[in-house]
């Protein structure tokens, strides 16, 4: 298993203003994948990025993006320009691929972002 | 964009009895995926399933918890005995080919099936 440590409860940001929420894991693999979740209150879990292990640049998906930092296990989130829409629960995973590639995740225990009009 | 479904939204059942949920995941997919959410707490995974089999499981998946495809739409979870604990969100999820611009092995959720054990 991995282990992966969200050690922000709670943030607010002001709407339109940027906001990072902060990821570390723990894994003895080399190659695996992580990943940010969006939960809203519906609670489905939606994919906002991912970023596979392998590469150094750090991945974008228009207003996300994020900061990849390998060695020191740390793959936090940026949201710019925040908007009313991404208040939500946000949670980190890393992805362990087993041998017949099933990609098993591992999730933080989440961060509950509300942005403030 | 395809979905992944679960069936039912919302299930409540007595201590003891034995549930199934329900998941039909993307069409093309060839890896399928348990996870439960107790209220306030992280996603944990439950199960893999690939090939007809289970590829990895967690230790909260023990002996009560089973997974089948019976055929070649549907992918469910049994609890054989229903505990107080169990209580909780059940996440289907599915991956597989990297159609529709997403990469193979990411995720497609459903949207839950809540579990309510009284």
């Known amino acids: 298993a991995q282990t992966v440590t969200q050690s922000q409860p709670e943030m607010s940001v002001q709407e339109a203003e940027t906001v990072t929420l902060s990821c570390t894991y723990d894994t003895s693999e080399s190659n695996y994948y992580l990943f940010w979740y969006k939960q809203p209150p519906s609670r489905q879990m939606i994919l906002v990025i991912r970023?596979?292990?392998?590469?150094?640049q750090n991945a974008t998906e228009n207003r996300f993006s994020v900061n990849f930092q390998k060695a020191a296990k740390s793959f936090s989130l940026k949201i710019s320009d925040s908007q009313l829409g991404d208040t939500a629960m946000y949670f980190c995973a890393s992805g362990l691929t087993s041998q017949t590639g099933a990609n098993n995740l591992f999730f933080g225990t989440g961060t509950r972002l509300t942005v403030i009009p | 964009e395809p979905e992944v479904t679960q069936t039912p939204s919302h299930q409540v059942t007595q201590m003891g009895q034995e549930v199934i949920l329900r998941c039909v995941p993307i069409?093309?997919?060839?890896?399928f995926y348990w996870y439960r959410q107790i209220l306030g707490q992280k996603v944990e995974f439950l199960v893999s399933f690939y090939n007809n089999e289970i590829s990895e499981k967690s230790e909260i998946f023990d002996d009560q918890f089973s997974v089948e495809r019976p055929d070649g739409s549907n992918f469910t979870l049994k609890i054989r005995s229903t505990k107080l604990e169990d209580s909780a969100m059940y996440f289907c999820a599915s991956s597989g080919t990297g159609n529709s611009g997403r990469a193979w092995y990411e995720q497609y959720f459903g949207p839950g099936t809540r579990l309510t054990v009284t």
């Open positions: 069409s093309n997919h060839l890896y």
């Open positions: 970023q596979e292990a392998y590469k150094q």
